[in-house]
């Protein structure tokens, strides 16, 4: 065998392939890892979006059993998760538990603020409610984004 003869007897993987295929695992590992990012966000944003539409109709719902007052969920969640007297009439529990907003890091994920103008970042609140000391139009909105 001459100084230039390789002496390679098919066993095992030179160093450039292993780089190669390390540098392509690499690249699907970002790649994966990115649409599980999406999705966890997609997954929360979804559940958020449930938790408003389940509490519009609890508020509907309660709106009608009380002849059109709507609840107070500025100062506590009780209108809607607890049994209730309104006008001498009992009524609820309409959810069973506060709803929360995961699109939200940090801060109260139950939190509500009251307003009627259109927000796409509350803060610290999860929440956003139309309720004026009872005169409001009830409407119930959620932050989408987490704010600058």
């Not at 509907?60 to 209108?79: A, F, R, V």
């Amino acid at each position: 065998m001459t100084q230039f003869e390789s002496r390679r007897t098919g066993r095992g993987f030179t160093l450039i392939e292993l780089l190669i295929v390390i540098v392509i695992m690499g690249v699907l590992a970002t790649v994966v890892l990115k649409v599980m990012g999406n999705m966890s966000r997609d997954a929360r944003r979804v559940a958020t979006e449930e938790a408003v539409f389940q509490t519009v109709h609890a508020i509907e719902i309660y709106k009608q059993y009380t002849g059109g007052n709507i609840p107070d969920l500025i100062t506590s969640w009780d209108p809607l998760t607890r049994q209730t007297t309104v006008n001498g009439v009992q009524v609820g529990p309409f959810l069973s538990d506060p709803p929360k907003n995961r699109m939200v890091a940090g801060g109260n994920m139950s939190a509500v603020v009251d307003g009627n103008a259109p927000v796409i970042y509350l803060g610290t609140s999860s929440f956003q409610y139309d309720y004026a000391a009872g005169s409001g139009s009830a409407r119930f909105i959620a932050a989408f984004e987490e704010g600058p």
